[in-house]
């Protein structure tokens, strides 16, 4: 899975996508249907899948699987199933589905918020995506807004000179751009 990962943030999508089916054919002939590592041999696939690959569809149905698994383990409000509730939102936002991005952020905002402290960078993380789906649809105030905090957040905890903080910067020049 890490591997897989790796080769997935490297663009390197096919590989990444072979290592990690690869992966999941092992965790299901060898683990229950309901272990922890299966849903996440599900998410990082569907993360070279979509994010990687662009294969949107069939990332939302490999990241489905995550969350049944996620929820079945830990329940709806955990930390573990936040960022599968991020993700979700990012892929539905590229598939131009604003409602539906936005209700699995609002479900991931609501456990970060109710579960880290303010200035976590998963919450940042978060408020980005929100920033995304709101400049997509073309409102500029709301997605500078949340830029803003996240990039407040950033600085915070991670500097001005991190890449995070400078990537939420980047992100408010598009917005005012």
Known sequence: NLQGEC????????????????????????????????????????IATGKCGRKIDDAIRLLNKSIA?????????????????TFMGYLYDNKEQSDSALTFLNKAFAIREKKL???DVEVAYTLHNFAQVYENQSKLNKSLKNHLRALEIRRAKLGDAHLSTLHSINAIGSVYR
């Open 69 to 85: 698994i996620k929820e079945k383990l830990y329940g709806t409000a955990s930390l573990e199933i936040a960022y599968d509730y």
């Open 7 to 46: 080769l997935s943030t490297l663009n390197r999508c096919d590989k990444a996508v072979e290592l990690l089916n690869r992966s999941l054919k092992l965790a299901t002939t060898k683990l229950p249907a309901d272990h922890p590592e299966l849903a996440q041999t599900y998410y990082h696939l569907s």
């Open 117 to 119: 402290p303010p200035y």
